[in-house]
T-cell receptor, first 114, second 112 residues
Framework: GENVEQHPSTLSVQEGDSAVIKCTYS??????FPWYKQELGKRPQLIID?????GEKKDQRIAVTLNKTAKHFSLHITETQPEDSAVYFC?????????????FGKGTHLIIQP | DAGITQSPRHKVTETGTPVTLRCHQT?????MYWYRQDPGHGLRLIHY???????DKGEVSDGYSVSRSKTEDFLLTLESATSSQTSVYFC???????????FGPGTRLTVT
């Protein structure tokens, strides 16, 4: 089945600086890569996603890049703000082996220092 | 938030008892999923459904069963709860397999 590795597990940045979270996936057939933000005690919220036919996607201060050859994708947050503090999860959609669905990374705890 | 509710939101039960969690959607989405979230493991897929009466196993399906008799409801059953099933359970819905999934508010289950 699919395996998704996410780094770092904790990331602390100064307010206003940029943050980058990286993920790798194992199955070259994966074709959909979402990112979720989860605040403490809340549900995961979809913040941005990218499909395998696109290399980069941007939405205001957040962007995602995908390198299919290397099988890795990254989340970039610019001009970080206190409300960006949360746990971020990457995921890939994998079809096959009787386990269709999203495979998640283990999460990155992003801390924005004032 | 998308029209997804889960019930109960919190439950404490004893080892060996059966437990059923309910996910209800008002979006008429075809796909529904059950995930569990544990510290250090992220979210892991338990079972999913691609239509009424159509379900399949996910990564961590042992000890769980599901049923979907109506488009809007997806039930997760623990036939005989164990302490290792203490977790937060999230339901999600999606229009199609490779599109966005939206999560419900979660159910915190404690098995003592």
């Amino acid at each position: 089945g699919e395996n998704v590795e996410q780094h770092p597990s904790t990331l602390s940045v100064q307010e206003g600086d940029s943050a980058v979270i990286k993920c790798t996936y194992s199955d070259s057939a994966s074709n959909y890569f979402p990112w979720y933000k989860q605040e403490l005690g809340k549900r995961p919220q979809l913040i941005i996603d990218i499909r395998s036919n696109v290399g980069e996607k941007k939405d205001q201060r957040i962007a995602v890049t995908l390198n299919k050859t290397a099988k890795h994708f990254s989340l970039h947050i610019t001009e970080t703000q206190p409300e960006d503090s949360a746990v971020y999860f990457c995921a890939s959609y994998y079809s096959g082996g009787g386990a269709d669905g999203l495979t998640f990374g283990k999460g990155t705890h992003l801390i924005i220092q004032p | 938030d998308a029209g997804i509710t889960q019930s109960p939101r919190h439950k404490v039960t004893e080892t060996g008892t059966p437990v059923t969690l309910r996910c209800h959607q008002t979006e008429n989405h075809r796909y529904m999923y059950w995930y569990r979230q544990d510290p250090g493991h992220g979210l892991r897929l338990i079972h999913y459904s691609y239509g009424v009466k159509d379900t399949d196993k996910g990564e961590v399906s042992d000890g769980y069963s599901v049923s979907r008799s109506k488009t809007e409801d997806f039930l997760l059953t623990l036939e005989s709860a164990t302490s290792s099933q203490t977790s937060v359970y999230f339901c999600a819905i999606g229009r199609a397999q490779e599109y966005e999934q939206y999560f419900g508010p979660g159910t915190r289950l404690t098995v003592t």
